[in-house]
Nanobody
Framework: QVQLVESGGGLVQDGGSLRLSCAASGRTFSSYVMAWFRQAPGKEREFVAAVTGTGGTTYYADSVKGRFTISRDNAKNTVYLQMISLGLEDTAVYYC?????????????????WGQGTQVTVSS
């Protein structure tokens, strides 16, 4: 049974920073793409960032490029999302997800396991 547990969300001021973590168990962590998605109230769940199994390739949504960094520590079975220069538009529930495919990694339907989500709220 694959489990993904996110942590690190919270309330932060406009322009601030947060680091999210996602601890994984139940599969060979280093073999799978890991990603972050987010969902704001009334909106579709959207892709944020993804990283391949070795960490050698990363993908980002245009809206977060230059502000967010995805990384992984395969020894700890954990993926991270470092977020800086947060804006009000970044307020959402952030979800960790995993897939065994490298095709369409920005598509939420490519992912077969999801965490429960962690709330990020940016205040003015």
């Amino acid at each position: 049974q694959v489990q993904l547990v996110e942590s690190g969300g919270g309330l932060v001021q406009d322009g601030g920073s947060l680091r999210l973590s996602c601890a994984a168990s139940g599969r060979t962590f280093s073999s799978y793409v890991m990603a972050w998605f987010r969902q704001a109230p009334g909106k579709e769940r959207e892709f944020v960032a993804a990283v391949t199994g070795t960490g050698g390739t990363t993908y980002y949504a245009d809206s977060v490029k230059g502000r967010f960094t995805i990384s992984r520590d395969n020894a700890k079975n954990t993926v991270y999302l470092q977020m800086i220069s947060l804006g009000l538009e970044d307020t959402a529930v952030y979800y960790c997800a995993t897939t065994n495919t490298r095709v369409g990694v920005t598509n939420r339907y490519a992912y077969d396991y999801w965490g429960q989500g962690t709330q990020v709220t940016v205040s003015s």
